[in-house]
C-alpha cells in the first residue's frame, strides 16, 4: 500500500509526506511528522492511522478541529482523493497503487459542498470490504508511544521515490505546452509528482504522476476541462494532444523532449 498526502496553503504546494508508518501526526509541534507551524494548526492537530489497508483520520482535540471533505470530523476513513482540512491548510490524500493499476475509473461525487467539492473511491468489492477492519472509535485504546512515530517528508526519501517515479526524460514522458496568455508557446515539464496548474485563490487543477502514468485532477474552484469537455470527479488520465482548460488558460499535452 503506497498512500501520500500532498499539503497546501492558499493553492500552492507546500510539501509532500508518504505515509510509511502505522501513524502520521500532523501539527505546529516540531516533533510532528508533518509539522505546519501556522497559528491555526494546534500543537499534535489530527493524525492518519494505517490498519491493515484502511487508513483513518482522526482529530487530536485540536482548538479548530479536522475537516474531510468540508465536513467536521473525529474519526473517519479517508479515501483516494479526499481532502483534510487543518485550520487554513490542505492535505489531499492519494492512493498511488489506486492511479498505478488505473483503478480511477470507479470514483464517484460523495461530497457537495458550496466551500469545496471533493472526490473519494466507490465502494470496494464485497471480498474486500469483508477483510476490513471495523472502524475504530474513539474509546479504543492507542498504543502510548505510537502517535508519535515518525513518517519521513518525500525530500527526505528521494531514493525510494525515485525507485517509483521514473526519469522526467523517460520514453513517453510529458509536458505541457502553453495556448493563451503572455507566456503562450512556453513548455511546462511535468517532471514532479504533482504539478499544478492555475492561479491561487481562483480555479486551479493538480497534474499527478506516477511511474509512466499522468493523471489531472480538480484541485479548487470551478472543474477544469479536458478535451472541451468539465472534468468529472477523480483523477482522469491524459496523454499527447489532450487539450487542458484551467480557468481561462489553456494547455495542449506534448512529449517532452528528451
Known amino acids: 500500500m503506497r498512500v501520500r498526502i500532498v499539503v497546501s496553503l492558499d493553492g500552492q504546494i507546500e510539501t509532500e509526506v508518504e505515509l510509511t508508518k502505522p501513524v502520521t501526526v500532523v501539527g505546529r509541534h ?18 492518519f492511522r494505517i490498519v491493515e489497508r484502511t487508513v483513518y483520520v482522526e482529530d487530536l482535540a485540536s482548538t479548530n478541529g479536522t475537516k474531510l471533505n468540508g465536513h467536521a470530523v473525529q474519526h473517519q476513513v479517508v479515501h483516494h482523493l479526499d481532502m483534510v482540512e487543518v485550520g487554513k491548510h490542505r492535505l489531499h490524500f492519494f492512493d498511488d497503487d489506486l492511479l498505478a493499476a488505473g483503478g480511477v475509473s470507479n470514483l464517484e461525487t460523495t461530497v457537495h459542498t458550496d466551500f469545496e467539492r471533493t472526490m473519494m473511491v466507490g465502494h470496494p468489492p464485497a471480498q474486500a470490504e469483508a477483510a476490513s477492519p471495523p472502524v475504530l472509535t474513539q474509546e479504543a485504546p492507542r498504543p502510548a508511544r505510537e502517535d508519535l512515530s515518525r513518517t519521513m517528508a518525500i525530500p ?3 531514493r525510494e521515490a525515485e525507485s517509483i517515479l521514473e526519469p522526467a526524460t523517460h520514453k513517453g514522458a510529458l509536458a505541457l505546452r502553453m495556448l493563451t496568455g503572455m507566456h ?6 511535468l517532471d514532479k509528482a504533482n504539478t499544478m496548474l492555475g492561479n491561487a485563490g481562483s480555479d486551479t487543477a493538480l ?8 493523471f489531472i485532477a480538480r484541485f479548487a474552484g470551478a472543474a477544469p476541462r479536458l478535451n472541451r469537455k468539465d472534468l468529472e470527479p477523480g483523477a482522469h488520465r491524459i496523454a499527447p ?3 487542458i482548460e484551467v480557468g481561462n488558460t489553456r494547455y495542449e499535452v506534448i512529449t517532452a523532449k528528451p
Open 30 to 47: 516540531p516533533g510532528c511528522d508533518v509539522c505546519i507551524d501556522h497559528p491555526a494548526v494546534s500543537g499534535r492537530h489530527m493524525l
Open 207 to 214: 497534474v499527478v504522476r506516477r511511474g509512466d502514468g499522468y
Open 241 to 243: 494532444r489532450d487539450l
Open 156 to 158: 527526505a526519501m528521494r
Open 184 to 189: 503562450a508557446g512556453e513548455v511546462l515539464p
